[in-house]
């Protein structure tokens, strides 16, 4: 859950970066999101656990930088989802952007203040069921941090069936209880679209 919406957040700033900080911003915002969007969530993990601190600590050697496992769990899990979540976010946004725009300027409001108070809230509801997606993706991904030595429900699986054997019973539990968890969650994401939704204007999932 973390991941998601700390993507959702970072992923507004970068989609309005993109679209609003100029050309050189862009070009750093769309590199980063090449990198994640284009690799494998476990190199990522890897690149941040590993790769970076060696690099910070060969160019400041008295630093000893190094990230905790779990830090570098949640903060790739974060940085990943919002590479996906700046792409919805600035699809939405640019789905309503020009007449809203106008709207708002028409009655005072600043290009800030109409962006703020006006088009953000509704691009936020058109990204819901991308949430949703970004959602169910993300809780699947979560095996992937046993690479770093953190347990999550698959790796207590694959202790269950090193002690019992009972390898059929395990694995389509954790399969049941993901099942379970993520469509919860997007049945949940699906009524709160179909309350909020605005009725002409949507992005595709």
């Not at 959702?8 to 309005?16: S, Y």
């Not at 007449?99 to 800030?112: C, H, K, L, N, V």
């Not at 030595?149 to 002690?163: E, F, K, P, S, W």
């Not at 709160?192 to 009725?199: Q, S």
Request: glycine share 8%; net charge positive; aromatic share 12%.
């Amino acid at each position: 859950m973390f991941g998601v919406f700390a993507g959702l957040a970072f992923g507004i700033v970068l989609a309005l970066g993109d679209l609003y900080g100029g050309r050189i911003l862009s070009v750093i915002i769309r590199g980063y999101v090449e990198f994640f969007r284009g690799s494998p969530i476990i190199i990522q993990l890897f690149v941040f656990l590993y790769v970076l601190p060696a690099s910070i600590n060969y160019l400041v050697p008295s630093l000893h930088f190094q990230f905790d496992p779990l830090t570098v769990g949640f903060l790739v899990f974060g940085l990943n989802s919002a590479a996906y979540q700046k792409g919805y976010v600035k699809g939405a946004v640019e789905a309503i952007f020009e007449d809203q725009m106008t709207a708002g300027r028409s009655i005072g409001m600043s290009r800030p203040q109409t962006l703020w108070h006006v088009i953000l809230p509704q691009a936020l509801r058109i990204v819901i069921p991308a949430w949703s997606n970004e959602f169910c993706s993300i809780t699947k991904s979560t095996p992937a941090l046993l690479v770093l030595g953190i347990r999550d429900l698959t790796a207590a699986g694959m202790t269950i069936v090193g002690q019992t054997w009972r390898i059929l019973e395990t694995y389509s539990l954790i399969a049941l209880l993901y099942l379970i968890w993520i469509t919860a969650v997007t049945k949940i994401a699906d009524v709160v679209y179909e309350k909020k939704k605005i009725p002409g204007i949507e992005i595709s999932a």
